[in-house]
Antibody, heavy 119, light 109 residues
Framework: EVQLVESGGGLVQPGGSLRLSCAASGFTFSTYGMNWVRQAPGKGLEWVSYISRSSNSIIYADSVKGRFTISRDNAKNSLYLQMNSLRDEDTAVYFC????????????WGQGSLVTVSS | EIVLTQSPGTLSLSPGERATLSCRASQSVSSNYLVWYQQKPGQAPRLLIYGASSRATGIPDRFSGSGSGTDFTLTISRLEPEDFAVYYCQQYGNSPRLTFGGGTKVEIK
């Protein structure tokens, strides 16, 4: 069974840092591109970042560029999102999501990890 | 940046009725790059349709997608109780890589 489990969310002050993790199981992690997508409370979906299977392609949304860093460890079947210089508007549930073939949609999602940026 | 506008914002229907959801793009989108998701409260989104009209694995055939260019449609032929949810369209672009529409909520009338 494919599973994606996020962790690392919590309450952080503006300007602070947080690192999210996404543990993958039930599939060959190294053969899939991965994304982070977030959803502010009561709002729609916003794509955050993408990393290719071998990490040779990494792309960010303009809203997080220069502040967030996506990475993966295929040996540990894990995806990460290092979030620095956090702002109030970064408050959201962060989902990791698998992308089986480029531009074919995100076919499996984690349950999400809530990040709250507040003083 | 391509903007996706979904309409209506809310659709009030009864079980058994047909639902027609619209996703309009500000510029032409390749059909290969148009995707639909369903999201229920407190849950992650679920992939329904990719390539504008191909159903994802395990998706019932009452869900269908169509359209091209700037106008795309998700149709639910006969609403089941479990279909009441929020639906998002999504497209792949150059920058940003993925863009979502604002969503359509299908609620019980």
């Amino acid at each position: 069974e494919v599973q994606l489990v996020e962790s690392g969310g919590g309450l952080v002050q503006p300007g602070g840092s947080l690192r999210l993790s996404c543990a993958a199981s039930g599939f060959t992690f190294s053969t899939y591109g991965m994304n982070w997508v977030r959803q502010a409370p009561g709002k729609g979906l916003e794509w955050v970042s993408y990393i290719s299977r071998s990490s040779n392609s990494i792309i960010y949304a303009d809203s997080v560029k220069g502040r967030f860093t996506i990475s993966r460890d295929n040996a540990k079947n894990s995806l990460y999102l290092q979030m620095n210089s956090l702002r109030d508007e970064d408050t959201a549930v962060y989902f990791c999501a698998r992308e089986p073939i480029s531009v074919s949609g995100l076919d499996y999602w984690g349950q999400g990890s809530l990040v709250t940026v507040s003083s | 940046e391509i903007v996706l506008t979904q309409s209506p914002g809310t659709l009030s229907l009864s079980p058994g009725e047909r639902a027609t959801l619209s996703c309009r793009a500000s510029q032409s989108v390749s059909s290969n790059y148009l995707v639909w998701y369903q999201q229920k409260p407190g849950q992650a989104p679920r992939l329904l349709i990719y390539g504008a009209s191909s159903r994802a694995t395990g998706i019932p055939d009452r869900f269908s997608g169509s359209g091209s260019g700037t106008d795309f449609t998700l149709t639910i032929s006969r609403l089941e109780p479990e279909d009441f949810a929020v639906y998002y369209c999504q497209q792949y672009g150059n920058s940003p890589r993925l863009t979502f529409g604002g969503g359509t909520k299908v609620e019980i009338k």
